[in-house]
């Protein structure tokens, strides 16, 4: 009887270590797998993220060529048939929605909706003095960028800006750098627009003479 309960004890050590190699195994599968979806996760989000990129990027280009001054300098009829193929082609780039939403705690919620309020507000007064919203923006953006800046940076958006997400940190400075790229064009079409005024008044008081 002895040797037939050690045979039997012996069995259910084996038995219990095979298990628990065997549970060992699977579990070690499973963690393997999640990290390899893991690294699967992220480089979707990433590509969804560059797509959210180029659907800003594309709307701003059409943008900018309908209110580009080569499109004052040609025929009303051909300013129209672009205006109408710069229309189609800002539509169908609307037709795609691409979000990557942000996991933020309550604090970074906080400090995006001040960081967003502090944008906000100077774009609201861009038409009452263009060129301090403009110096008011770079000091905004010279807060978020790594770089040495040009000019001042605002201290205060800068500590509201480090506690957002990461995520809506790079959010953030896009947005300065569209608004920006907006002012510069702008102020070029401005400065042209004055020179062109400037010619023609020279040239009506030459005749004039």
């Given at each position: 009887q ?17 298990r628990s ?33 180029e ?13 580009s ?21 800002m ?39 263009l ?9 905004l ?33 896009r ?5 920006l ?29």
């Amino acid at each position: 009887q002895q040797p037939q309960q050690q045979q039997q004890s012996g069995g259910q050590l084996r038995g219990r270590f095979y298990r628990s190699t065997s549970m060992a195994d699977r579990s070690s599968r499973l963690l393997e797998n999640l990290d390899q979806l893991e690294l699967r996760v992220e480089a979707f989000r990433d590509a969804a993220s560059a797509m959210e990129q180029e659907k800003e990027i594309l709307l701003e280009m059409i943008h900018n060529i309908q209110n580009s001054q080569d499109m004052r300098h040609i025929s009303e009829g051909e300013r129209e048939e672009l205006n109408l193929t710069a229309n189609r082609l800002m539509g169908r780039t609307l037709t795609v929605e691409v979000s990557v939403e942000t996991i933020r705690n309550a604090q970074q919620q906080e400090s995006l909706l001040h960081a967003t309020k502090m944008i906000d507000e100077i774009v609201n007064k861009l038409l009452d003095d263009l060129e301090d919203a403009k110096m008011r923006l770079m000091s905004l953006y010279g807060a978020c960028t790594s770089d040495v800046p040009a000019g001042p940076i605002d201290q205060k958006f800068q500590s509201v800006v480090i506690g957002c997400a990461i995520e809506d940190q790079k959010k953030i400075k896009r947005r300065l750098e569209t608004l920006l790229r907006n002012l510069e064009n702008s102020e070029k079409s401005i400065t042209l627009l004055e020179h062109q005024k400037s010619s023609v008044r020279q040239s009506c008081n030459s005749k004039q003479d």
